[in-house]
């Protein structure tokens, strides 16, 4: 079996730090240092690398230089090194230290590193940008399938249908503010802020030191200076700080060069550890989860194996994870965030009109409304986070105790958004999806599941039976076009979502011989195989008499309420003869219901809660093992648990019958 380094972050606050004389092999004195200096000291290097990288950048942003860094070659046609840094100086490009300064080499590296990271980034956008205004429409509002097919020609590979439409709408507001196009990108847009931050990853041991104090304490030596503007070498002093590790970073991980930055008046760490793990292999598989970013809830996934004949065999039980709340929370947030934004726009407008500026109370206003903008994006992008986190860990903890050892995904760079895109952003932003990927790849990775990609196109809208397209219907008795229920002429009605999970796990399991992993590592299937999907009964039988139903379920009796009560009988109400005895349920007091279970996820020291009387229930996601808080209630699939053992298999792995 194969091994893979799996390499993750954990932001991590400086502890205890100690001044030291001398170097980390000769210490001399040391000396402690208050948090207040500390936080004071890092802000010196922060705001010097800032310095130094912005300055770079302003430089370096021009069209030439760009097109000179896109060509990936420097002027003798050599290829240009992978490290930014290292790039930056085999093409010249150096940070103009200001006269006075002392700079260690390392620290320019870091500032170069930083201007390198920003400059290729830009060169993304500016792809997108140049391909834009090359194929300009006519009406830049309402684009003809001659324009797209255009357009299309000129984007780079995997272009999103949001980053055009923002794109196009930054250049339409340019050419009304100029009567024009803009020539390039750099007139476009302005040279990025570069983060208060410093990449000492760039720098190596002459200006940090990475070790393990012991199993759960880390020590990292790092030279800050000690005034604002460092004038000779004796201005730097190395600085020995303790790092409490986050249960996350495990004994046998190996900690890697931490970034460095401050935040709410913390200096924090962000150490990225690698951890060793074995693969999961890519074919093989006997049962398999394939799992669709669906249209009525976030994730629809199925449990399936290889059946006889090469066809498939899906279980009946579609496993959910609906966060139609959470959704519905990041809408008010995208809502809100627009309307701040046209707030501070308005009074940013005002105030260039304005040769005298804002009066000191607009001023104020412009501030207040800024800050919150920010606010309301990192609550966004946390919220967005943390719902694919937790999805992410449903998904596989799914895996495990289905007894599946592959998740089949959609691959999302051949996805297109659908025709309405609006309904489906309710569902999940493009970043969300991209970073519920990573999160189950990650996850996957950790835990010996295999996660794989197959091509998105026709999952949803094919028929996983026989293949042929789908009708996609209101519902089975409605039969009006939407998007919910997916029907076919050869009997194969099911929710749109489930359709396209048991397709993709189809898909999956018949191109798993021709796995393969893509330059990124990432296990894809890139040809379409699709094998007919036979469907089980489900999974949980139902009780012989709700199959011919044709009432409704009589409620069960309840007991009365007056009973409850210690020392209190019917019998002695009845003698007593005054109030009757209440009829009404009484409503249940706050708190855990008494039929909660928790159940252990199989192979790990994770469980989850659910209420044992319903197949979806609201539950919370636990996060015990990341410890990050995640406060929004989830609709999804409880894990199932199934009492006693099934043909041998281990108990809590499902059986899936075969179809007869
Ligand atoms: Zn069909």
Partial sequence: MTTVTLTATATCT?????VVSGTPEKPGLAQPVTRRLLVERA????????????????????????????????????????????????????????????????VRRAAEEETARALRLALHRRAVTTAIIATWPADPRRRTTDDWVLLRRHLPAGTDNVTIRNRTRQIASFAARHGRLPDGFTELETPPTIPAQVLLAAADRQLVRVGRLDEVRARVWVQL?????????????WHDITVTLPPTVGPDTKLCTPTLRLRDGKVRLDLPFDTTVEAAPLAGHRRAIGA????????????????????????????RFDAAGVSRKLDR???????????????????????????PASTAKLDLLREEHQRVCAR???????????????????????????????????????????????????????????????????EQVAVVTVPARGTSSGCPRCGNKLRHIQAPDNHKPANPWALCGCGHSADRDYSAAQRIAARGLAGQHRTTRNRAGQATVRDTVDAPVRRTKTTTPRPAASRDKHRPTPSRPRRREASRVPGFSP?????????PAPTKAVQRPAGRTPQNLTVQVPGTTRSHTFSSNHTRTRHRVRWAVLGRGFHHHVNSTPLQQRAGPHGGETPGTPRIAQEN
């Fill in 14 to 18: 400086a502890g205890a730090a100690r």
């Fill in 43 to 106: 802000g010196f290097l922060t705001a010097l690398v800032q310095r130094l990288a912005g300055g770079l950048l302003a430089t370096a942003w021009a069209e030439q230089h760009l097109d000179q860094l896109a060509s990936g070659v420097d002027a003798e046609g050599r290829r240009l090194p992978a490290k930014g840094w290292m790039a930056l100086r085999r093409l010249g490009w150096t940070p103009l230290i200001p006269a006075g300064l002392r700079v260690p080499d390392r």
């Fill in 225 to 237: 200076p000690t005034v604002p503007a460092p004038a000779s070498y004796r201005d730097w002093a």
């Fill in 292 to 319: 669709d970013w669906g249209y009525n809830t976030l994730l629809t996934a199925v449990v399936a194996e290889p059946g006889p004949d090469d066809t498939v065999v899906c279980s009946g039980r579609a496993l």
């Fill in 333 to 359: 947030l995208r809502a809100h965030r627009e309307t701040l934004k046209t707030k501070v726009t308005h009074l940013e407008r005002l105030a260039a009109g304005r040769h005298s500026g804002l009066d």
């Fill in 380 to 446: 966004i992008r946390n919220l967005g986070r943390a719902l694919a986190w937790s999805a992410a860990r449903w998904l596989i903890d799914q895996a495990h105790a289905a007894g599946a050892t592959v998740v089949y995904l959609e691959d999302l760079t051949c996805m297109e958004a659908p025709g309405s895109s609006k309904a489906w952003n309710r569902r999940l932003s493009n970043a969300t999806r991209g970073v519920l990927a990573d999160a189950v790849r990650h996850l996957g990775m950790r």
């Fill in 571 to 579: 019998a002695a109400l009845a003698t007593a003869g005054s109030r």
